[in-house]
């Protein structure tokens, strides 16, 4: 009677989210109050209704240049192959994406623009906002906002690229929506692994489907903080059941090795420039960061901007480069939750 009574009323609440997610296909608005309708659903049917949904909200696909950008120089097959390797295992390595060149313009930029560190986990830090210190980090964790970061040129480079929409657009299976734009560092400042730097096991779910590009602008080795992922626990309900009820929240090693075996873990090492694209709906966490540092450049690309309420950035147009411009206009979909002043 128990179990009946847990499903009809699940049940009733992912026909709530069916309704709210058609009247916003019909309406346009996205009423941020129903989220939790969309996480509930991923706890009780592992991921179902994120399918429904993006087969309803996703938009008809657009023309986009495959060979245009910084992934030009792979062939039509590689491309092909690292598409079906994504969508099979739930991300995709792909090396030497960004010059040494642009790593290092990157890495300069990282120390000279303001961010803001996260306190952890017990409070061991104090917050603090200013220049990242490389020397004596004051967090495991010192982040970028997007405002800040979509007005840099060295930005724009990459945010302007069709190679990388083309990419996206493929998996996403309708046209792609920037909804995220973001960087930080992660620095040895504590021993352990710190949950509000993402450092222990989760899943991501603010949208109902989306793809996240990870860009090294370091060199990272296993002692510096190498971003891990669990393979094809992306998929639907490849998250077991007694993971994902326990809520939106940051899993231990422990936890989740009851359930995946340690030599299942996919950790990520490799020189600056490399891109790791992954569905981050499957378990994934920026492992503890013993030695060194990592400084990652993140970009998410959503089906639809339905989900969670995030801060929009915004680029002041004195700011912006010509090839930004140029992408702006031609592809207005794609930055439409990029505020343009």
Not at 190 to 198: G, Y
Request: hydrophobic letters at 40%.
């Amino acid at each position: 009677m128990k179990n009946i009574t847990f499903y009809i009323r699940n049940i009733t609440k992912a026909i709530f989210l069916f309704v709210d997610l058609l009247r916003y296909k019909l309406s346009g608005k996205s009423p941020n109050e129903k989220y939790p309708l969309l996480l509930n659903s991923f706890y009780v049917f592992g991921g179902i209704m994120n399918n429904m949904g993006t087969k309803l909200l996703k938009k008809r696909k657009t023309n986009f240049i495959a060979s245009k950008g910084l992934l030009g120089n792979l062939s039509s097959n590689e491309l092909e192959n690292a598409s079906q390797f994504l969508k099979e295992n739930g991300f995709v390595v792909l090396e030497n994406v960004l010059s040494e060149d642009l790593c290092e313009k990157m890495l300069n930029l990282s120390l000279k623009i303001p961010g803001s560190n996260r306190v952890m986990d017990l409070g061991q830090n104090a917050p603090y906002s200013g220049l990242y210190n490389r020397v004596s980090p004051s967090s495991n964790r010192f982040e970028y906002d997007g405002t800040t970061l979509v007005n840099q040129p060295e930005i724009q480079e990459i945010l302007a690229d069709e190679s990388l929409m083309a990419f996206a657009q493929e998996y996403l299976g309708g046209s792609p929506i920037l909804d995220l734009v973001s960087m930080w560092w992660h620095a040895p400042f504590k021993q352990e692994a710190d949950q509000n730097a993402a450092q222990w096991f989760h899943f991501d779910m603010e949208r109902v489907k989306w793809i996240k590009f990870f860009f090294y602008i370091t060199d990272v080795d296993t002692n510096s903080g190498p971003h891990t992922f669990i393979p094809k626990t992306h998929r639907t309900r490849g998250i077991p059941a007694t993971l994902r009820r326990k809520g939106y929240v940051r899993l231990s090693d422990e936890e989740v090795s009851e359930h995946f075996s340690q030599d299942s873990w996919q950790e990520f090492t490799g020189k600056r420039g490399t891109l790791i694209v992954e569905d981050t709906r499957g378990l994934h966490k920026g492992k503890h960061c013993l030695t060194g540092d990592r400084l990652l450049f993140q970009l998410e690309y959503t089906v639809s901007d339905y989900g969670a309420a995030i801060a929009i950035p915004v680029l002041h147009l004195d700011n912006a480069s010509n090839k930004m411009l140029d992408a702006i206009k031609k592809y207005p979909l794609t930055y439409s939750m990029i505020k343009i002043e």
